[in-house]
């Protein structure tokens, strides 16, 4: 039979709140919010080899476990307010004898505790102790979350497209069905926990720490042959193909996130998610700022000095006119409203057209006499003048 030696005494001294990076009092929804952020930061799929940040994803997993958890969260609370009134440092289970400690079960009775004492009031936030030894159902996780890269064309960006994928990922062995046994033999209780799938080892000090049963792996049940496939791990990969929406706007890196698109969760529990890096291809004309669109668009000299109306393409759509006013100066740009990306209200950016002059690399007799005329006839001051003002100081 367990006692409250069973009890994950470190838990009683653990912040899980500073561990999420929120205050005691923090809502339902900042909690969350804050888990997610940790999580998907230091998941080990987006973090291979990074053994600091897979460590911190199971501590962040452990406290989101107790806190995320409204009645197990009210548990842990008042747990800690016994430990920071030194309600544990007595020690756990002993009587009122020669050694100091008392017992604990006792203790919370008198403070309005379950008649069970601790096993009753803290069974089923640590793991389940008390009073027997029963056989608790595994619990179902979430599947993991998968990452993948995408290239799609820069207008297929512009207003979205739907792309098929070929994802690999972690999922149940699809000849155990996840059971990690050889098919067509029938498991039995394991017999390293007896059912429970956990074991109590000894931590030292009077203290015993709950731990997945090394034999079973927390499956309760064990198979005396092996899958063959998944050599009992209950685990293989999938391969499948899948269509996703990227939505128009979509911008060049970009992470994009597909709920439910994952790997398949453990003991029904739900699907991963899908996070798809969107890269978008260089366009021959068009360029991209923010949510509008950018073209370069030559002119001639004279068409600069003396003004034009000129024709300009869009993405996608009818060519549309530009008035180009007399003595317009090189780089100049025309904004052409609407005709710009997609944004997410289902309104469109400005089309920034920036105008290059062009210089003729030779000119025919003709053209080279009216410019000299030009020359000639120009009366505007040194263009060069202000580069000399006070070069003598």
């Not at 909690?31 to 911190?56: E, F, M, V």
């Not at 008035?323 to 944004?343: E, H, Q, Y």
Request: glycine share 18%; net charge positive; with cysteine.
């Amino acid at each position: 039979m367990a006692t409250t030696e069973g009890f994950r005494a470190d838990w009683a001294q653990k912040d899980f709140y500073a561990e999420l990076g929120v205050k005691k009092d923090a809502t339902a929804a900042e909690i969350k919010k804050a888990y997610r952020k940790l999580a998907r930061a230091n998941h080990p799929d987006s973090n291979p080899g990074d053994t600091a940040k897979h460590d911190k994803f199971k501590s962040v997993a452990e406290a989101y476990d107790v806190v995320g958890d409204p009645e197990k969260r009210k548990k842990y609370d008042e747990m800690r307010e016994l430990y920071g009134s030194g309600g544990f440092r007595g020690g756990f289970g002993g009587g009122g004898g020669a050694g100091g400690g008392f017992n604990l079960d006792d203790l919370l009775r008198d403070r309005g505790g379950a008649s069970g004492g601790i096993g009753d009031m803290f069974g089923d936030l640590f793991g389940g102790f008390g009073r027997g030894r029963t056989q608790a159902p595994t619990r179902p996780h979430k599947g993991a979350d998968v990452e993948t890269t995408a290239t799609i064309g820069f207008t297929d960006a512009i207003d979205g497209v739907t792309i098929s994928l070929r994802l690999t990922s972690d999922a149940p062995c699809p000849d155990c069905n996840g059971t990690g046994g050889k098919p067509g033999t029938r498991p039995h209780i394991c017999p390293e926990c007896e059912g429970a799938g956990f074991v109590v080892n000894g931590a030292g000090g009077g203290f015993s720490l709950q731990e997945t049963c090394p034999k079973c792996g927390g499956r309760q049940l064990v198979y005396d042959e092996a899958c063959p496939t998944c050599h009992g791990s209950g685990r293989g990969m999938s391969a499948r193909s899948i269509q996703a929406r990227i939505p128009a706007g979509v911008k060049d890196g970009q992470r994009i996130r597909l709920k439910g698109k994952g790997s398949a969760g453990v003991n029904g529990g739900p699907a991963g998610d899908l996070y798809v890096t969107v890269k978008v291809a260089s366009h021959p004309l068009f360029g991209r700022k923010g949510d509008n669109l950018t073209l370069d668009v030559p002119i001639s000299f004279d068409e600069a000095a003396l003004g034009a109306e000129i024709k300009i393409p869009t993405l996608g759509g009818s060519p549309v006119t530009v008035k180009v006013p007399a003595g317009t100066p090189n780089g100049r740009t025309f904004r052409v409203r609407g005709k710009g990306s997609r944004k997410k209200d289902g309104t469109r950016g400005d089309l920034l057209a920036t105008v290059q002059v062009q210089v003729p690399g030779t000119l025919n007799a003709a053209a080279r006499e009216a410019v000299e005329a030009y020359r000639a006839a120009g009366n505007e001051p040194s263009l060069r003048a202000n580069l000399f003002d006070g070069s003598a100081t």
